[in-house]
């Protein structure tokens, strides 16, 4: 008896957690999603197993979702050639996992599979496989969990990134310059260069050998040299790679200067200097030329008060003079 009701309370259990815990290959209609075991891409018309492609590498990417946080969950994941991937998001939660709900996206599109779920303590683990290998397997992947409130992880699948140089590269005129780019650990198909005329881009043509020239470097990277550089060659530059799964571009600013930039400095100073002893040479002259005013004025000065006190005397001396004759003549 009691064996039939713990058979009957077991099948009960699985009744109610398999939606959350149930394995299996779902297809979208551009690829196959699936957990664990391995499946078919479903392209179009044409089923493509996995065995088709046997440089599949192996990816995994885990993001972990917090239940009692608002915060943005997100991550990038470069994804350079064709791979088996598998996502994992961790939700933390305090309640049984047959009272959250699950489900996975692919940008705003629901994907009709059912997710499955491994329970870790207080981690509710939600994980699916994607196998990517065209560029409009390049999207947005979400994982939702639906309990007290909604919240959600979201992978975006970037092809690589392109690196160059931050600072802008300086040359003079009639010098050469080499303009660089790499995809660092990911090999692209092919590269190509573009120039910028204004708001458009250009290709770069690479018959002028006199002008361009592709210097020899490894599969990662690409390396572009302008001969005999004129100022109209200064601006930004280009490179854009092409990946299996995409395409993706990075810039560099070259500036071309003339010979004559370096001297602008010295002749600013030069030309401060200049300014700076006429000033003094000027000031000294008034100051010289004051000091003469100066002095003659004084002498001037000196010549008057010497006249005055001559005059002064000699009519001193006629009153002096007159004053005895007229004591004279009384006597």
């Given at each position: 008896?009691?064996?039939?009701?713990?058979?009957?309370?077991?099948s009960?259990?699985?009744?109610?957690?398999?939606p959350?815990?149930?394995?299996?290959?779902?297809?979208?209609?551009?690829f196959?999603?699936q957990?664990?075991?391995?499946?078919?891409v479903?392209m179009?018309?044409?089923?493509v197993?996995?065995?088709?492609?046997?440089?599949?590498?192996?990816?995994?990417?885990?993001l972990?979702?917090i239940?009692?946080?608002?915060?943005?969950?997100?991550?990038?994941?470069t994804?350079?050639?064709?791979?088996?991937?598998e996502?994992?998001?961790?939700f933390?939660?305090?309640?049984?996992?047959?009272?959250?709900?699950?489900?996975?996206?692919?940008g705003n599109?629901?994907?009709?599979?059912?997710s499955s779920?491994r329970?870790?303590?207080?981690?509710?683990?939600?994980?699916?496989r994607?196998?990517?290998t065209?560029?409009?397997h390049?999207d947005?992947?979400?994982?939702?969990?639906?309990?007290?409130?909604?919240?959600?992880?979201?992978f975006?699948?970037?092809?690589?990134?392109?690196?160059?140089?931050?600072?802008?590269?300086?040359?003079?005129?009639?010098?050469?310059?080499?303009?660089?780019?790499?995809?660092?650990n990911?090999?692209a198909l092919?590269?190509?260069w573009?120039?910028?005329?204004g708001s458009?881009k250009?290709?770069?043509?690479?018959?002028?050998?006199?002008?361009?020239?592709?210097?020899?470097s490894s599969?990662?990277?690409?390396?572009l040299?302008?001969k005999?550089l004129?100022?109209k060659?200064?601006?930004?530059y280009?490179c854009?790679?092409?990946?299996?799964l995409?395409?993706?571009?990075?810039k560099?600013?070259?500036?071309?200067?003339?010979?004559?930039?370096?001297?602008?400095?010295?002749?600013?100073v030069t030309a401060e200097?200049?300014?700076?002893?006429?000033?003094?040479?000027?000031?000294e002259?008034?100051t010289?030329?004051?000091?003469?005013?100066?002095?003659?004025?004084?002498?001037?000065?000196?010549?008057?008060?010497l006249k005055?006190?001559?005059?002064?005397?000699?009519?001193?001396?006629n009153?002096?003079?007159?004053?005895?004759?007229?004591?004279t003549?009384?006597?």
């Amino acid at each position: 008896m009691r064996s039939s009701l713990g058979a009957l309370s077991l099948s009960i259990f699985l009744f109610v957690v398999a939606p959350s815990f149930s394995k299996g290959t779902i297809t979208d209609a551009d690829f196959t999603t699936q957990v664990v075991t391995e499946g078919t891409v479903e392209m179009g018309n044409e089923n493509v197993t996995s065995s088709s492609y046997p440089e599949l590498i192996p990816m995994e990417a885990t993001l972990l979702v917090i239940e009692t946080s608002d915060a943005v969950v997100e991550k990038n994941v470069t994804i350079g050639n064709p791979a088996s991937i598998e996502l994992k998001c961790n939700f933390s939660t305090t309640r049984h996992p047959q009272f959250v709900y699950v489900y996975w996206k692919k940008g705003n599109d629901r994907i009709p599979t059912t997710s499955s779920v491994r329970v870790f303590e207080n981690i509710m683990q939600a994980h699916i496989r994607l196998t990517v290998t065209d560029k409009k397997h390049m999207d947005s992947y979400s994982c939702v969990f639906e309990g007290i409130k909604e919240r959600k992880g979201t992978f975006h699948f970037k092809v690589p990134e392109i690196y160059v140089k931050e600072k802008p590269l300086v040359n003079y005129e009639r010098d050469s310059a080499v303009v660089n780019c790499n995809s660092k650990n990911y090999v692209a198909l092919e590269w190509m260069w573009y120039a910028s005329n204004g708001s458009e881009k250009v290709p770069i043509d690479l018959t002028l050998k006199n002008k361009y020239e592709i210097v020899p470097s490894s599969h990662n990277e690409t390396k572009l040299k302008i001969k005999h550089l004129e100022s109209k060659d200064g601006g930004l530059y280009w490179c854009r790679a092409i990946f299996l799964l995409g395409d993706s571009e990075g810039k560099q600013n070259l500036k071309v200067l003339t010979y004559l930039v370096p001297l602008k400095p010295f002749l600013v100073v030069t030309a401060e200097v200049v300014i700076l002893i006429t000033g003094i040479f000027l000031y000294e002259l008034y100051t010289k030329r004051r000091q003469l005013s100066s002095e003659s004025g004084k002498e001037f000065e000196q010549a008057e008060q010497l006249k005055s006190e001559d005059h002064n005397g000699v009519h001193k001396n006629n009153q002096r003079t007159r004053h005895r004759k007229g004591d004279t003549s009384v006597n």
